[in-house]
């Protein structure tokens, strides 16, 4: 069973919108640690963030945002003024501590920004 | 420093062909997973080495894979017999031990994969 969502296959904006990736996760582990990576043309996977279950506070790292909510299960990612270079394909993942840590990633979603 | 490392970044091989990938973790780095990312799709767990012990390879797709960490440091990720859809990019990640609490997989480029 899948056990993060990532219901949007594929987004397109123009460049300075702002746009919301969706994720949902589904775990019964109390201990639990949910990420967002970028993956870029290129293909390298690139870290943007950690939130663990224990901490439900929002962060906000320059134009990048998260929205973490326990009760809705849910972990979105808003880019603010969105650029060209942030085009790339954004993966969700959730890392249990009783398996080991090992990470459950979505599906994805491609960004595309345009000018 | 040096970060995770994948050799060879590019294999093409013939159906049926064994292939073997490596991965050189960054150094004092006890944990090793193998991920494999399909065209279009997010990494899927393989398996996971703590030191040379191989503690999950619930991933691992069929027994035509196997990986090994013999010292607790490079792991081979081997595949025997290869199908076409065995075509992947395999990833390799490293972290200090996942242990009381997560510590950060750096993940190497990969090994892009394609069987003819």
């Known amino acids: 069973a899948q056990k993060v969502t990532q219901a949007q296959t594929e987004i397109s904006v123009v460049e300075k919108e702002d746009v919301t990736l969706d994720c949902v996760y589904e775990?019964?582990?109390?201990?639990?640690?949910l990420f967002w990576y970028k993956q870029p043309p290129s293909g390298e996977l690139v870290f943007l963030i950690r939130?663990?279950?224990?901490?439900?506070q929002n962060e906000i790292s320059g134009r990048y945002s998260w929205n973490f909510q326990k009760s809705t299960s849910s972990f979105n990612f808003t880019i603010t003024a969105s650029q060209v270079v942030d085009s790339a394909v954004y993966f969700c993942a959730l890392s249990e501590k009783n398996s080991g840590y090992a990470l459950n990633f979505g599906k994805g979603t491609s960004l595309l920004v345009t000018p | 420093g040096a970060g995770v490392s994948q050799s060879p970044r590019y294999k093409v091989a013939k159906r049926g062909q064994d292939v073997a990938l490596r991965c050189d973790p960054i150094s004092g780095h006890v944990s090793l997973f193998w991920y494999q990312q399909a065209l279009g799709q997010g990494p899927e767990f393989l398996t996971y080495f703590q030191n040379e012990a191989q503690l999950d390879k619930s991933g691992l797709p069929s027994d035509r894979f196997f990986a090994e960490r013999p010292e607790g440091s490079v792991s081979t990720l081997k595949i025997q017999r290869t199908q076409q859809e065995d075509s992947a990019v395999y990833l390799c990640?490293?972290?200090?031990?996942?242990?009381?609490?997560?510590?950060?997989?750096?993940f190497g480029p990969g090994t892009r994969l394609t069987v003819l």
């Open positions: 990640a490293s972290s200090r031990p996942m242990g009381r609490g997560y510590n950060e997989q750096f």
């Open positions: 939130r663990n279950s224990f901490d439900e």
């Open positions: 775990t019964r582990d109390t201990t639990y640690y």
